[in-house]
């Protein structure tokens, strides 16, 4: 999965690359998160606001009412944090099912 956003709080853009689209060569500047066994990509930034989540607040919301539930890098707990938690998603490339 490729997403691309905007996070407003941080006043900059994001990329986040999991799965097969994390391997290989790795963008400029892409910083790896990992966690139980599994590894991202991400901008700098988002790369930062994740591993602060991932040890501060290690949880997301599913939708904007919840429930909240473990932040784990698999794909849709990835994309709902995006989505509810940081914000300003644009573009979703190879979603989960």
Do not use: F, I
């Amino acid at each position: 999965m490729v997403v691309t956003g905007y996070d407003d709080r941080q006043g900059c853009g994001y990329v986040l690359r999991t799965g097969a689209d994390a391997t290989g060569a790795a963008p400029p500047g892409a910083q790896s998160v990992s966690h139980d066994g599994v590894t991202v990509l991400a901008t700098p930034e988002l790369a930062a606001t994740l591993r602060d989540a991932l040890k501060h607040r290690p949880t997301a919301l599913l939708s904007w009412s919840g429930p909240r539930v473990p932040l784990t890098l698999d794909d849709a707990t990835l994309l709902a944090w995006l989505t509810y938690d940081v914000g300003g998603v644009l573009t979703v490339a190879n979603p989960p099912r």
